[in-house]
C-alpha cells in the first residue's frame, strides 16, 4: 500500500469513545499516511462520553495500535490532552509507549518556522469559567451531529455530497461567527507572546489556515465532522489535508495490525478515573 510523506501531522478532536467519531476514516488517514512528526492535540480521548456511556469497540484500540506503531517506526509522537481529556493532563512530562504527554510544545518547521501547538481550550472561556454550561453545549452538539447524520443520510440516497449543518449554522449565526473569531483572536495573542511564528491548535472544530497580524493561524478541524489535519511537507509548507475528499469507498478497510504488549488505553481509562 502506497503511503503518502509529510514531515509533521497534526491531528485533534478525534473524540474516540464518541459513537460520531469518523473511525474508519481516522484508522485510513493513519495508514496510508508516515511522517516524523505526529502531534496529536486535544480530544483524542472524549472521556466526558466515556463517563455517561461506556463505549469501547475493538476499532478504536486499532487506532491506538496505528498511532503506537508509528512511534515505534521512528515518529516522534506528541499528545496534548484537550478539555474532553484532560485527565490525561496529570501525565504531563510523561511517556508511554514512546508517546510524550505535554500540554504546549514548539515545532520547528523544515524551514525554521517556529509553531506554538497547544488545544485552545485554555483561551475558552466557556470552558474554563461555566463547566456546566461547556458540557451543555458538548450535548447540544452531540445532538447537532446527530441531525447532521440522518441529513446526510438522505443527501446519500439523493446522490448528494457530504453537507456539515453545524459548520453552516457557524457561518451563519453571528454569536458563532463570533465566538470563533474571538478564539482566533486569543490565539494568535498567545503565538505572540510565546514570540513565535504561528500557532496550530484544535478545540473549535473548525479548520482553517490563515494570516492574522503577520502570523500563521492553523486549526486542525475534527474527526466528527470534517475529517482534517494540518500537515508540513519535507519543505516546509503548511497545508489542510481534508480526508473526506481522499476517502475512497472502494478501498478495502487495513488489515488488523498485530497485538502488542502495550496495554490497551482503556485499561488506562479504568486505572486512572
Request: charged share 25%.
Amino acid at each position: 500500500m502506497s503511503k503518502t510523506y509529510y514531515r509533521s501531522i497534526w491531528i485533534s478532536d478525534m473524540h474516540l469513545c464518541s459513537r460520531d467519531c469518523r473511525v474508519e476514516h481516522l484508522l485510513s488517514f493513519l495508514e496510508h499516511t508516515k511522517c516524523e512528526y505526529l502531534y496529536l492535540v486535544g480530544d483524542f480521548i472524549d472521556v466526558w462520553q466515556l463517563r455517561r456511556r461506556w463505549y469501547w469497540p475493538q476499532s478504536l484500540n486499532n487506532i491506538i495500535h496505528r498511532v503506537l506503531a508509528k512511534s515505534r517506526k521512528g515518529a516522534k509522537v506528541t499528545y496534548i490532552p484537550g478539555n474532553h481529556d484532560e485527565l490525561f493532563r496529570n501525565f504531563a512530562g510523561c511517556e508511554f509507549g514512546g508517546v510524550k504527554i505535554r500540554m504546549k510544545v514548539v515545532h520547528i518547521t523544515a524551514d525554521g518556522r517556529r509553531l506554538l501547538v497547544m488545544h485552545g481550550d485554555e483561551f475558552d472561556v466557556i470552558v474554563q469559567c461555566n463547566k456546566w454550561l461547556a458540557l451543555l453545549g458538548s450535548a447540544a452538539y452531540d445532538y447537532l451531529v446527530l441531525l447532521n447524520r440522518v441529513l446526510n443520510v438522505f443527501r446519500r440516497r439523493l446522490n448528494l455530497p457530504y453537507w456539515s449543518l453545524s459548520a453552516a449554522i457557524k457561518r451563519k449565526v453571528k454569536n458563532a461567527v463570533k465566538y470563533v473569531g474571538s478564539f482566533e483572536t486569543a490565539m494568535v495573542r498567545e503565538a505572540k507572546k510565546q514570540n513565535v511564528d504561528g500557532i496550530v491548535c484544535g478545540h473549535i472544530h473548525c479548520p482553517v489556515i490563515k494570516d492574522i497580524d503577520g502570523l500563521l493561524y492553523c486549526n486542525t478541524g475534527d474527526w466528527v465532522e470534517n475529517c482534517t489535519a494540518i500537515v508540513e511537507t519535507v519543505e516546509g509548507d503548511i497545508k489542510i489535508v481534508n480526508w473526506l475528499d481522499e476517502w475512497d469507498e472502494k478501498t478495502p478497510p487495513p488489515a488488523e495490525v498485530e497485538e502488542e504488549e502495550h496495554a490497551d488505553l482503556s485499561e488506562l481509562l479504568v486505572t486512572v478515573q
